[in-house]
T-cell receptor, first 117, second 115 residues
Framework: AQKVTQAQTEISVVEKEDVTLDCVYE???????LFWYKQPPSGELVFLIR??????QNEISGRYSWNFQKSTSSFNFTITASQVVDSAVYFC??????????????FGTGTRLQVTL | DTAVSQTPKYLVTQMGNDKSIKCEQN?????MYWYKQDSKKFLKIMFS???????INETVPNRFSPKSPDKAHLNLHINSLELGDSAVYFC??????????????FGNGTRLTVT
């Protein structure tokens, strides 16, 4: 069975600090996908990134960066120079690779990030 | 233009009632989903349809019945509502590729409160 663990329930930082959100996953599949979603206070779920299990390159998008390490089954998310607008619940998710039907995402329990002035 | 839209945004009803939540996507995706987010923010898949065909049906009480009249719509009907059904229900869609693992695009959620 697939499992995603986000051990950090809540993190508080002061604006401009860097913060890393941890994600550890378990799967027996050799091919799988990892995702991060953001849920701001307004409640919608916003897709941030997808990685497949064969691509271990780190990715950077503006102040966001992701570190995928297959050896430790981790897919961590770092926000550099955090801003108040980054305050949200962040979810890590795992999907097995199934051809052409549906993606069944297994979500972690989320990490609530609070950025204050 | 909203990509995945759900109505209503809020739904307050009494135990025992029957209610429906509607979902429409204009992304041209083939696959649609219903997810439930409980009070602790935990997200869990309920159903998935691909081109109007039921693909995923998790262990959901049969009081919940999804209906997909076409691939752009996936509605959720709930009979005999119970207090434990109170949650936020998210509709989502994806365009599945040959290798799978497509990102889901979520609607804004419907907050259901059963009193």
């Amino acid at each position: 069975a697939q499992k995603v663990t986000q051990a950090q329930t809540e993190i508080s930082v002061v604006e401009k600090e860097d913060v890393t959100l941890d994600c550890v996953y378990e799967t027996r599949d050799t091919t799988y996908y990892l995702f991060w979603y953001k849920q701001p206070p307004s409640g919608e779920l916003v897709f941030l990134i997808r990685r497949n299990s064969f691509d271990e390159q780190n990715e950077i998008s503006g102040r966001y960066s992701w570190n995928f390490q297959k050896s430790t089954s981790s897919f961590n998310f770092t926000i550099t120079a955090s801003q108040v607008v980054d305050s949200a619940v962040y979810f890590c998710a795992l999907s097995e690779a199934k051809t052409g039907t549906a993606s069944k995402l297994t979500f972690g329990t989320g990490t609530r990030l609070q950025v204050t002035l | 233009d909203t990509a995945v839209s759900q109505t209503p945004k809020y739904l307050v009803t009494q135990m025992g009632n029957d209610k429906s939540i509607k979902c429409e996507q204009n992304l041209g995706h083939d696959t649609m989903y219903w997810y439930k987010q409980d009070s602790k923010k935990f997200l869990k898949i309920m159903f998935s349809y691909n081109n109007k065909e039921l693909i995923i049906n998790e262990t959901v009480p049969n009081r919940f019945s999804p209906k997909s009249p076409d691939k752009a719509h996936l509605n959720l009907h709930i009979n005999s509502l119970e207090l434990g059904d109170s949650a936020v229900y998210f509709c989502a869609s994806s365009q599945e590729q040959a290798v799978g693992g497509s990102p889901l695009h979520f609607g804004n959620g419907t907050r259901l409160t059963v009193t």
